[in-house]
T-cell receptor, first 115, second 110 residues
Framework: EPEVTQTPSHQVTQMGQEVILRCVPISNHLYFYWYRQILGQKVEFLVSFYNNEISEKSEIFDDQFSVERPDGSNFTLKIRSTKLEDSAMYFC?????????????FGPGTRLLVL | LAKTTQPISMDSYEGQEVNITCSHNNIATNDYITWYQQFPSQGPRFIIQGYKTKVTNEVASLFIPADRKSSTLSLPRVSLSDTAVYYCLVLRGSARQLTFGSGTQLTVLP
């Protein structure tokens, strides 16, 4: 069964540093997403991406965040200047389309720890 | 978006059927109901989705009454490995995001 993969599985960084989280969505999917989950809290939507541009973003997704599809397979989330409160699990997801009925498939996540 | 309410936690024993009910009183005509499962330190995993009446797949059944203001996820004969958080979500076609609530922590006991 095809799956979404994410690298790295864990990332430790110093406050103020830039991090790039990588995702390989399922190959025939057209919509890509990033979510995050702070320890013990809800899964929160960050951004959706389609046709090389952002479709929707949440209030969390401010100027320190950016997304990119640098090639035909990877989808990245960059956090420019990390803060302590960015420590969380970051999940990438993808779906074939978005009609309100499409399943989003999630990756295993990247655990980010900002010190 | 339709707000969902589901129990915070449930306990069950291996081999039992588990029913988790979710209320979504202000569901709109075009909204779909979806359930996801999440194990600790893993991404959410799609379980089942429906619009009305009953949907069944190899993992679960989803019962939705005619007024669609609630839905019940039914897990037949649970095992220890079904211990997880289960989320009920209402999907609106125009929104390209999933809105997760707190979910129901299901604990299956031996």
């Amino acid at each position: 069964e095809p799956e979404v993969t994410q690298t790295p599985s864990h990332q430790v960084t110093q406050m103020g540093q830039e991090v790039i989280l990588r995702c390989v969505p399922i190959s025939n999917h057209l919509y890509f997403y990033w979510y995050r989950q702070i320890l013990g809290q809800k899964v929160e939507f960050l951004v959706s991406f389609y046709n090389n541009e952002i479709s929707e973003k949440s209030e969390i997704f401010d100027d320190q965040f950016s997304v990119e599809r640098p090639d035909g397979s990877n989808f990245t989330l960059k956090i420019r200047s990390t803060k302590l409160e960015d420590s969380a699990m970051y999940f990438c997801a993808s779906s074939e389309a978005w009609t309100g009925q499409e399943t989003q498939y999630f990756g295993p996540g990247t655990r980010l720890l900002v010190l | 978006l339709a707000k969902t309410t589901q129990p915070i936690s449930m306990d069950s024993y291996e081999g039992q059927e588990v029913n988790i009910t979710c209320s979504h009183n202000n569901i709109a005509t075009n909204d779909y109901i979806t359930w996801y499962q999440q194990f600790p330190s893993q991404g959410p995993r799609f379980i089942i989705q429906g619009y009305k009446t009953k949907v069944t797949n190899e993992v679960a059944s989803l019962f939705i009454p005619a007024d669609r203001k609630s839905s019940t996820l039914s897990l037949p004969r649970v095992s220890l490995s079904d211990t997880a958080v289960y989320y009920c979500l209402v999907l609106r076609g125009s929104a390209r995001q999933l809105t997760f609530g707190s979910g129901t922590q299901l604990t299956v006991l031996p």
